[in-house]
């Protein structure tokens, strides 16, 4: 084996590392007490990630012969890549170059000068150590499937669906209910250029029915998924209409002739009502309708089939069953949406209770002209139109008691519901807001518009709504207890009509979801980003991209925003054709393994499989995510992790623990 | 005088969470005592109970690791595994002459930078409080008799 050539490189970082880290005293040392180690050369440098600093490292790399580079610098989070980048460059692997963060983890934390120089050089004896034990790594090279799936059919998955599908590469795209569409589909109006949603909606919704590229499957549901990057394969339930869809024209004559009427709780939230046999509204996509088994007279009775009877083309098949589809995709977005917070959690506010607290999506359905009421704004009777509305923000936001987090859409909506109910009742509204967040484009603006047509402000958490009246005023209406915390006094208002802008929350099977895709979640139970702000799509899992809601609370310019995104990081990788993966994967020894299977049980990605016939574990590699568990677990130590093997981390601790502490200095950095 | 005791730790922090709440208490120049030395992992699932081993019988008072918080892995649940390890290499540690106290495992998620300083303040301080370990060398006067002759380190 050839002689370590080791490079030091103590950055300055201008004075964020030299301000409290000796840099020179460093280098030199390096040089001086690590020569047994391997370090051939050692330099110090005002800003190592220059062009100048780069091409310091490169420079030394050619002349003198290196094939080892460390940088004590930031956190590799930030340059590991600049550097990695400068030693190819020099035609050394870039795997055999390592990062000190002797400014996030030593100047900017500490202010003793001699410790943090003491530490300092510590921090770079462990990279030394540690990077003599470095191999050369190739990425991982896995192929694309050029087939994407997308999981949910609102507004951030047609997006997406219809971005891929553009370009030109085939889109299988999944929806639970009967009809894609969404959330926005069952709203009236959006904020805060007051469009009609399904005026700006339905065009796309069509598009996906109609696109080549695109695979349409409605009221069906991912089974299972396996694989990995480039090559999932997926199965789907594709549940029963129980309808042929050959010969079904969309004529909707067996909704009309259908008997059964039901309490329709999800597309119109509960306010209106549908057939068991059924779209949920006239412009789904596709047009198909579905017949709600559990519902359903002749499935109940064995008698009825009014629908089958009357269907002129005869598409209407009992005996109908699920059928179940496997599809090969490289990528798979998860544009899952949000549920609405059940506001009968907060029992003060009375919804369930109290008949004329609206939940938000009651209202907009309410205010949709296709929706029960026809856009009528009235109270739970039908027919009385209300003088006077209060809409409470923050139902279930902003709350330790139920979500700690803000909604994100909230006040923008209860703007829009105020303008509403001015535009269509002239009654007296009231806003209950903790705060105004309108940092949208015109969305201020907006605000400002609202203002001006004299809806009331009420800056103060709404403490409780009830009937009991306490006066003559108050009879007969709904009083919503607050405190106006500007006028800093309590009031009561009496009024006719209550809508709770409810929070929103991640689908009530979104762990599950997570579970089967492979993703993770945040404690509230969002789908957890790659990166929070660099990588808002991409998740811990490769190939598996979000959109939407699925990540937290958004509005609609957001959702498509995230759906081209991730549609554009999906295009790319079929683009490439080629998957370059990070070689941090484990890997079994099949001489050294016991065939013990002690690892099989904990890979969360199932990379593990065990051969029976020779008894032993194997990997694989496009499936593991390199985080080692397997590794530490193996009692035979068979399993070797490439990038942070053991040799190399007991290398780094030792390094660690080369110096012990320095003498504290008696002046100390402010 | 003699010189105060300051103790010495090895931190074995996960990649995606703890690491980057180092990287957060730096940006926000969160001050904490510089007696940690951090070693990354991709997750704390990876951390091997011969590390904390090793790390002790290098000289360290302290080990501290530190992953994701329970339901938040980027490996979707492997710092559960490494809440086992950690439970049972306690117990171990225990008999070979080591308090338990001296390891401790810590959730932080990449934004809690405040919360890893101030966990890392307060364990410094615990270890400080239980005074120099020095594992080899007692173990060498021991002469690597049974474990059970080791002086001190009695756990509470």
């Known amino acids: 084996m050839n002689k370590k050539r080791i490079g030091?490189?103590?950055?300055?970082?201008?004075?964020?590392?030299?301000?409290?880290?000796?840099?020179?005293?460093?280098?030199?040392?390096?040089?001086?007490?690590?020569?047994?180690?391997?370090?051939?050369?050692?330099?110090?440098?005002?800003?190592?990630?220059?062009?100048?600093?780069?091409?310091?490292?490169?420079?030394?790399?050619?002349?003198?012969?290196?094939?080892?580079?460390?940088?004590?610098?930031?956190?590799?989070?930030?340059?590991?890549?600049?550097?990695?980048?400068?030693?190819?460059?020099?035609?050394?692997?870039?795997?055999?170059?390592?990062?000190?963060?002797?400014?996030?983890?030593v100047s900017w934390v500490h202010t003793d000068k001699a410790i943090a120089t003491q530490k300092a050089k510590a921090m770079v004896a462990g990279a030394v150590r540690r990077v003599a034990q470095h191999e050369p790594l190739e990425p991982i090279h896995v192929p694309i499937n050029e087939a994407t799936l997308v999981v949910g059919g609102g507004i951030a998955g047609i997006q997406a669906a219809l971005e891929i599908a553009n370009a030109g590469h085939p889109v299988y795209l999944v929806e639970r209910e009967p009809s894609i569409g969404g959330h926005m589909a069952q709203f009236d109006k959006t904020f805060p250029t007051l469009d009609c949603a399904a005026c700006i909606l339905t065009p796309r919704m069509s598009e996906v029915g109609m696109h080549p590229k695109i695979d349409l499957m409605t009221w069906s549901e991912v089974e299972n998924v396996d694989g990995y990057v480039g090559n999932f394969n997926v199965r789907i339930r594709k549940k029963s209409r129980f309808i042929n869809l050959a010969d079904c024209n969309g004529c909707g004559i067996c909704e009309q002739k259908c008997p059964v009427k039901i309490v329709d709780k999800n597309f119109e939230a509960g306010i209106g009502y549908r057939k068991a046999i059924y779209r949920p509204f006239d412009q789904a996509i596709p047009n198909y309708p579905v017949l709600d088994q559990p519902n359903c007279t002749y499935f109940i009775k064995g008698t009825c089939k009014a629908c089958e009877k009357f269907c002129p083309t005869g598409a209407i098949n009992f005996e109908k069953e699920d059928e179940l589809v496997n599809v090969e995709v490289g990528n798979i977005i998860l544009a899952t949406g949000y549920d609405l917070y059940d506001t009968k959690k907060i029992p003060q506010y009375g919804f369930g209770r109290l008949p004329n607290v609206f939940s938000s999506l009651e209202f907009e359905r309410m205010c949709n002209a296709a929706g029960p009421t026809s856009g009528e704004i009235v109270l739970r009777d039908g027919v009385t139109k209300p003088k006077s509305v209060g809409i409470v923000h923050c139902a279930g936001s902003r709350d330790l008691n139920h979500n700690n987090y803000c909604s994100s859409i909230c006040c923008m909506q209860s703007l829009?519901?105020?303008?509403?109910?001015?535009?269509?009742?002239?009654?007296?509204?009231?806003?209950?807001?903790?705060?105004?967040?309108?940092?949208?484009?015109?969305?201020?603006?907006?605000?400002?518009?609202?203002?001006?047509?004299?809806?009331?402000?009420?800056?103060?958490?709404?403490?409780?709504?009830?009937?009991?009246?306490?006066?003559?005023e108050e009879e007969g209406k709904l009083v919503v207890q607050v405190e106006d915390t500007l006028l800093g006094e309590q009031r009561r208002i009496p009024l006719d009509m209550v809508i709770l802008s409810a929070a929103l929350v991640p689908k009530a099977d979104s762990g599950d979801v997570a579970k089967q895709f492979g993703i993770s979640c945040s404690s509230n139970g969002w789908f957890s980003e790659k990166h929070p702000k660099l990588d808002p799509i991409s998740t811990m899992t490769e190939g598996i991209f979000i959109a939407g809601c699925a990540t937290g609370p958004k509005d609609i310019p957001a959702s498509v925003s995230q759906g081209s995104a991730a549609a554009a990081r999906v295009i790319s990788y079929i683009e490439t054709g080629v998957l370059a993966l990070e070689p941090i994967r484990a890997t079994v020894s099949e001489e050294n393994c016991s065939g013990c299977r002690i690892c099989n049980d904990l890979c969360p990605y199932n990379a593990i499989v065990f051969h029976d016939e020779t008894m032993v574990s194997?990997?694989?590699?496009?499936?593991?995510?390199?985080?080692?568990?397997?590794?530490?677990?193996?009692?035979?130590?068979?399993?070797s992790g490439t990038g942070f093997s053991n040799e190399q981390i007991l290398a780094q601790v030792k390094g660690l623990l080369m110096l012990d502490f320095a003498e504290p200095e008696l002046e100390k950095v402010p | 005088m003699t010189k105060p005791f300051e103790p010495m730790i090895i931190g074995f922090t996960c990649n995606w969470c703890?690491?980057?709440?180092?990287?957060?208490?730096?940006?926000?120049?969160?001050?904490?005592?510089?007696?940690?030395?951090?070693?990354?992992?991709?997750?704390?699932?990876?951390?091997?109970?011969?590390?904390?081993?090793?790390?002790?019988?290098?000289?360290?008072?302290?080990?501290?690791?530190?992953?994701?918080?329970?339901?938040?892995?980027?490996?979707?649940e492997q710092n559960f595994k490494a809440l086992r390890r950690v439970l049972l290499l306690k117990r171990t540690i225990e008999p070979l002459g080591i308090n338990p106290q001296r390891l401790k495992l810590v959730w932080a998620s990449a934004s809690e930078g405040n919360l890893f300083a101030k966990e890392v303040e307060t364990f410094i301080g615990e270890v400080r409080d239980l005074g120099p370990l020095n594992w080899q060398k007692r173990a060498m006067r021991n002469d690597l008799r049974l474990v059970e002759s080791l002086p001190e380190e009695v756990p509470v």
């Open chain 1, 8 to 105: 030091v490189y103590v950055c300055h970082c201008g004075t964020n590392i030299a301000g409290v880290v000796d840099v020179e005293n460093v280098a030199k040392w390096a040089l001086e007490e690590l020569g047994e180690e391997g370090v051939v050369v050692s330099k110090d440098n005002k800003f190592m990630c220059s062009s100048v600093g780069q091409e310091l490292i490169q420079t030394d790399i050619e002349e003198q012969g290196l094939n080892r580079v460390v940088v004590a610098a930031c956190s590799p989070h930030l340059h590991e890549k600049t550097f990695r980048t400068a030693s190819e460059r020099a035609g050394l692997n870039p795997y055999l170059c390592e990062m000190a963060s002797i400014r996030e983890q």
């Open chain 1, 416 to 472: 829009k519901f105020a303008h509403l109910v001015h535009e269509r009742t002239g009654a007296t509204i009231y806003n209950f807001y903790i705060d105004m967040r309108t940092p949208g484009k015109d969305y201020d603006e907006f605000y400002q518009r609202v203002l001006e047509e004299k809806t009331f402000f009420i800056r103060g958490k709404v403490s409780e709504i009830s009937d009991a009246a306490r006066n003559e």
């Open chain 1, 618 to 639: 194997e990997i694989n590699h496009a499936l593991c995510q390199g985080c080692g568990t397997c590794v530490a677990a193996c009692p035979a130590g068979a399993i």
């Open chain 2, 18 to 76: 703890s690491y980057r709440a180092a990287d957060l208490a730096g940006t926000s120049r969160k001050k904490y005592p510089p007696n940690i030395r951090l070693v990354r992992m991709m997750c704390s699932g990876r951390l091997d109970p011969v590390f904390v081993l090793e790390a002790f019988s290098g000289g360290a008072d302290g080990v501290m690791i530190t992953g994701c918080h329970p339901g938040e892995c980027h490996y979707i």
